[in-house]
């Protein structure tokens, strides 16, 4: 078993906290006004995102959503998303993928995340 203390990793952007040949756990955290898009979705991998903290605008293939802490939503594969903080706080969130959808090296800089679809730049 592998534990893992989300409320201990939300200081960080992006950051892949574990990866199986199967499934991969990832962490977030935005800013308010932060945003994401993805436009073709991840071709191969299923999202499972639950909201740990805070309120983001999730919008899945035109619908949108507001969620809040505790909230979860099933992203399927090569379904196009977008989602933006909303409220004066920052939003951690978590995704679950199955299969992986980033390389289990792959830590990304805080400016190499532009490239990744982040809407803005943050500290």
Do not use: N
């Not at 073709?40 to 949108?64: A, P």
């Not at 979860?72 to 679950?96: D, K, L, M, N, W």
């Amino acid at each position: 078993m592998i534990h893992i203390d989300i409320h201990q990793e939300k200081g960080a952007r992006r950051k892949i906290l574990h990866t199986t040949d199967r499934t991969q756990l990832v962490t977030y955290t935005l800013p308010p006004g932060g945003m994401y898009y993805e436009e073709e979705g991840f071709v191969s991998s299923d999202q499972v995102l639950y909201v740990v903290e805070g309120r983001i605008e999730l919008e899945v293939q035109g619908e949108k959503r507001e969620m809040r802490a505790g909230e979860v939503a099933i992203i399927p594969a090569a379904t196009s998303y977008r989602y933006r903080v909303v409220g004066r706080r920052p939003t951690t969130f978590f995704s679950v993928f199955g299969p992986p959808a980033y390389p289990a090296e792959e830590r990304p800089s805080l400016h190499e995340s532009a490239s990744y679809g982040l809407g803005r730049e943050y500290d």
